[in-house]
């Protein structure tokens, strides 16, 4: 049977082509939303999301938006939310991940880490908060390295990760009157194309999780689809860790 506690609801997810952002984009249709999804490169990717998002029922809509780019940014929500008459639910998936030790990260790297994982969640909700109505919902996706630095080269990509937390709470605050919560989910060692199951650092993220496994994109989609639900309406600045015990 399908669920459908998020019927009539309309989403945008930003980085919905693959991996975590592909599988929140899929789980939030199934639990009846209409979705639209913002990608950078992989178009094909992006399409046959749309694809999977339609044969549930639902209306699905990719738009090539770089988060980046602050224009590019605005253009996608404002576009979202034409296409659905509005909007309910932003995700803030879209991230970059880049590594290298304090001495030797370059300029370059930095402003990119900070302009897509820091900036970017900033921009999309500037522009979705003139269409969230009461009972919306920003959700943002972070990283449990937020809390546990694990490896010295992923600093500033974690502390990218961690400036989401004062922005989430800061943000709730900020929406509260309106009834629009704002949420935080860390994901831990979760398998995609960024860090799969069976990659060369794999065997030492499961040794430090509690479960002593990977996370897979569904547990992370869960997560969200619960934080976008009537059933969380009183959560806001929360962060919720799903991470298999690895900040335990």
Known sequence: MMMTELSGK?????????GIGAAIALTLAEKGADVVLTYERSADQAAEVVRQIETQGRRGLAIQADSADPAAIKRAVDEAATALGGLDILVNNAAIAAYATIAEIEVATIDALLAVNVRGPILAAQASIPHLGAGGRIITIGSGG???????????????????????????????????????????????????????????????????????????????????????????????????GQTA
């Open 146 to 244: 937020a809390d546990r630095i694990v490896g010295v080269t992923g600093t500033v990509y974690f502390m990218t990760k961690s400036a989401l937390q004062a922005f989430t709470r800061g943000l709730a605050l900020e929406l509260g009157a309106r009834d629009i919560t704002v949420n935080l989910v860390q994901p831990g060692s979760t398998d995609t194309d960024m860090n799969p199951a069976d990659g060369e650092y794999a065997d030492f993220q499961r040794s430090i999780s509690a479960l002593g496994r990977y996370g897979a994109p569904a547990d992370i989609a869960a997560a969200v689809a619960f934080l976008a639900s009537p059933a969380a309406r009183h959560i806001t600045a929360a962060i919720l860790n799903v991470d298999g």
């Open 10 to 18: 309309r989403a945008l997810v930003t980085g919905g082509s693959r």
